[in-house]
T-cell receptor, first 112, second 114 residues
């Protein structure tokens, strides 16, 4: 079992739709939860981070963490064609070692 | 302020050869991490350098080695290339005083091994 599981998609939605992207993880010791956006031929770009259960909003983006279910989500409201990219969840485990684990990424296409 | 830069952009090598990839961190950052991203996969952590030493290492063989220079730039070396080493190699930099999640990625070097 992978430590971080993410549905690869692709996910195709019309412009203006609400998008839900999800990941599950297996290690309850994970500490920080991040979402990255990666455009084609570019490096990942940090969108949001959180470290506690609950919701965190930033503009059209909401990150949600449920530690009891080991489930994290990213919601995009009023999606735009410019949101078309691959979205990667990542979980950082910080202890005696440093371990940043990425999901495999979900490809999102927002149709005009 | 230039972000993280990587060179070269693309590289084609033959099995068994050796390759060196280069990274310059974002201004003010002194920690450099390297990742391998296979097609359709998320990045996998290779190792991290701080103060010219390897601080952490992921599950990669010794064929993968690195170096960090006094100006914080870094190199990734891969020896005895295998077909399976074909991937996008990403460099990420972060400040020591900042949170560990605050990593800035470069555009990557696309390595093709034939």
């Amino acid at each position: 079992q992978k430590e971080v599981e993410q549905d690869p998609g692709p996910l195709s939605v019309p412009e203006g739709a609400i998008v839900s992207l999800n990941c599950t993880y297996s290690n309850s010791a994970f500490q920080y939860f991040m979402w990255y956006r990666q455009y084609s031929r570019k490096g990942p770009e940090l969108l949001m981070y959180t470290y506690s259960s609950g919701n965190k909003e930033d503009g059209r983006f909401t990150a949600q963490v449920d530690k009891s279910s080991k489930y994290i989500s990213l919601f995009i409201r009023d999606s735009q064609p410019s949101d078309s990219a691959t979205y990667l969840c990542a979980i950082l485990f910080v202890d005696s070692s440093y371990k940043l684990i990425f999901g495999s990424g979900t490809r999102l296409l927002v149709r005009p | 302020d230039a972000g993280v830069t990587q060179s070269p952009t693309h590289l084609i090598k033959t099995r068994g050869q050796q390759v060196t990839l280069r990274c310059s961190p974002k201004s003010g950052h002194d920690t450099v991490s390297w990742y391998q991203q296979a097609l359709g996969q998320g990045p996998q952590f290779i190792f991290q350098y701080y103060e010219e030493e390897e601080r952490q290492r992921g599950n990669f063989p010794d064929r993968f080695s690195g170096h960090q220079f006094p100006n914080y730039s870094s190199e990734l070396n891969v020896n005895a290339l295998l077909l399976g080493d074909s991937a996008l190699y990403l460099c990420a930099s972060s400040p020591t005083t900042g949170p560990d999640y605050e990593q800035y990625f470069g555009p990557g070097t696309r390595l093709t091994v034939t």
